[in-house]
């Protein structure tokens, strides 16, 4: 998905995609006559779930922190680790341990704590759809 700025919620759209799609698509116009075009998949291939995190503000958290940054987080590792955690806003043991992992995964210091490193990694690993897993 294509995010714009910090909210990262608008929808990839590709010009050059949507070029080539109206061209499949439409009828061409040849020496004056109209050819029509094969008609165009009906389906687009399968993507995997993406997950939208709406906050910008990354302050250091940790247990017992609470807010917008800790939801992001929570959102993040879900879809970086394809764990369940509620992005609920409260950084909690569940939250502390899918951290862990991911610094783990990323191989950064396994401290729990989401500062300035683990941020830019998880964010990093959002942005391209990385999978810890694989």
Do not use: Y
């Amino acid at each position: 998905m294509f995010r714009s700025g910090a909210d990262r919620l608008l929808p990839e759209v590709s010009v050059s995609l949507l070029s080539r799609a109206a061209v499949l698509t439409g009828a061409a116009l040849i020496g004056g006559g109209l050819i029509a075009a094969a008609p165009a998949a009906t389906a687009a291939p399968a993507q995997a779930q993406h997950f939208h995190c709406k906050s910008s503000d990354e302050p250091q958290i940790s247990v017992g922190a609470t807010g917008p940054a800790v939801e992001k987080a929570q959102c993040e590792l879900n879809s970086v680790l394809d764990r369940h955690v509620t992005a609920d806003g409260k950084f909690g043991p569940k939250t502390e341990s899918a951290t862990i992992a991911f610094q783990g995964c990323a191989g950064l210091s396994t401290d729990g704590i989401i500062g300035p490193d683990t941020w830019g990694a998880l964010d990093l690993w959002w942005w391209n759809d990385i999978d810890c897993h694989k």
